[in-house]
């Protein structure tokens, strides 16, 4: 009977820490981020790994990030610029910009 409950317990467990991650992705989906973006390959613009690993240690990346999101931004990443997404209000934005940041 222990044993099942904590079985149980570790499973409530992961599935409140994979949730959010799994929330965040459907989020850039459901937001049309994937259309240019994957988790780890580029495609028309880096790969969320590449711009995680880029600012990992930018303390301020977070906000900066959700301000790219919301605004759109060239330069960064060569010449292809990213249009601003006016779907995505500040919270959303900051979300997403968090999720990036965590894959590293």
Do not use: Q
Request: proline residues 5%.
């Amino acid at each position: 009977m222990k044993r099942a409950l904590f079985v149980l317990a570790a499973l409530a467990g992961l599935t409140a820490v994979s949730t959010p991650v799994m929330a965040n992705e459907a989020l850039a989906k459901s937001k049309n981020c994937m259309a240019c973006h994957t988790v780890d390959k580029k495609l028309v613009g880096p790969s969320y790994k590449d711009v995680a690993a880029k600012f990992s240690k930018d303390a301020g990346a977070a906000d900066m990030l959700a301000g790219k999101i919301m605004k759109g931004s060239s330069g960064t990443w060569g010449a292809v610029p990213m249009p601003p997404n006016a779907n995505v209000s500040e919270a959303e934005a900051k979300t997403l910009a968090t999720w990036i940041l965590s894959l590293k």
